[in-house]
């Protein structure tokens, strides 16, 4: 009887023990499925956060975004405002300046009297062509006369190894030394000849003329009436009539077409 007690007993503390330790082991997994399910819920509930965080920003995003066209086609319309009012502008001053030039040309010319001649604004004087036998010429070059006037008899050209008679004067003078208007004339005729090469001849009124030969440069022209002293052109190289007698400028004087000798008229001689 005892021993059966006794073995009632350890069965009895045997499922005690049992229930003790099942009951442990399902609180243990309680706590721990628990601490399982805490760091989940977090996560989870950080998700939604930033979830709902991403949605506001996008939504303020699409926000801005729809705005910005308006924006857009704000600063468009007021700029195609302001270029039309440009325009118009534009527009209103170019009538503005035509009328004002059609005003300018409507408006008459002040008539002006005309300014009666005076001594300043009167045509220049022309020189008088008065050529008598009392009157007197310049010497129209500086130089040495090399072949005198001589139609009396004959005179020897060094060139032409002849003699005959010399109807002008032949002047020693440089190349290129100035030759003036011997008395007032107007010049007839340019003209080149074999003998005398580039010529003008002078018209010094009442029949008398008088010849410049052996030129170049010639300063005046046909037509033109000029002063004594007014330079005509430069001698020139001599002809092949005269390379023995050197540069020189031929110088003849003539009336109503005769030759007549130029020293009668000679003021003076100068070197």
């Not at 700029?79 to 005003?103: F, K, P, V």
């Not at 004339?185 to 003209?191: A, F, P």
């Amino acid at each position: 009887m005892m021993k059966r007690e006794k073995t009632l007993k350890i069965a009895l503390s045997g499922a005690l023990l049992l229930a003790v330790t099942a009951a442990g082991i399902t609180m243990y997994r309680g706590e721990t499925k628990e601490k399982q399910q805490e760091p989940q819920a977090e996560e989870q509930l950080a998700m939604e956060e930033s979830s709902s965080g991403l949605s506001e920003g996008q939504t303020d995003a699409m926000e801005s975004a729809e705005e910005e066209p308006e924006a857009a086609d704000v600063t468009v319309n007021d700029a195609q405002a302001e270029n039309t009012q440009e325009l118009e502008s534009g527009e209103q001053t170019s009538d503005s300046t035509e009328e004002n030039q059609e005003a300018a040309e409507e408006v008459p010319e002040p008539q002006t009297e005309p300014v009666p001649e005076t001594e300043d604004t009167a045509a220049p004087v022309q020189p008088e062509l008065n050529f008598s036998e009392d009157s007197s010429i310049l010497w129209p070059v500086s130089g040495q006369v090399a072949i005198d006037y001589s139609m009396d008899a004959t005179t020897y050209f060094s060139t032409l190894d002849q003699y005959k008679c010399n109807s002008a004067l032949v002047m020693s003078a440089e190349v290129g030394a100035p030759v003036q208007a011997a008395a007032n004339g107007k010049v007839v005729s340019i003209l080149e000849n074999e003998e005398t090469g580039t010529t003008a001849i002078l018209d010094m009124g009442n029949g008398y003329q008088a010849v410049y030969g052996q030129l170049k440069d010639v300063t005046v022209e046909e037509g033109q009436v000029v002063e004594s002293g007014t330079v005509l052109g430069y001698v020139n190289e001599p002809t092949k009539y005269y390379v023995k007698e050197g540069s020189n400028l031929y110088f003849a004087m003539t009336k109503d077409g005769t030759p007549i000798d130029p020293m009668i008229y000679m003021e003076t001689v100068t070197e």
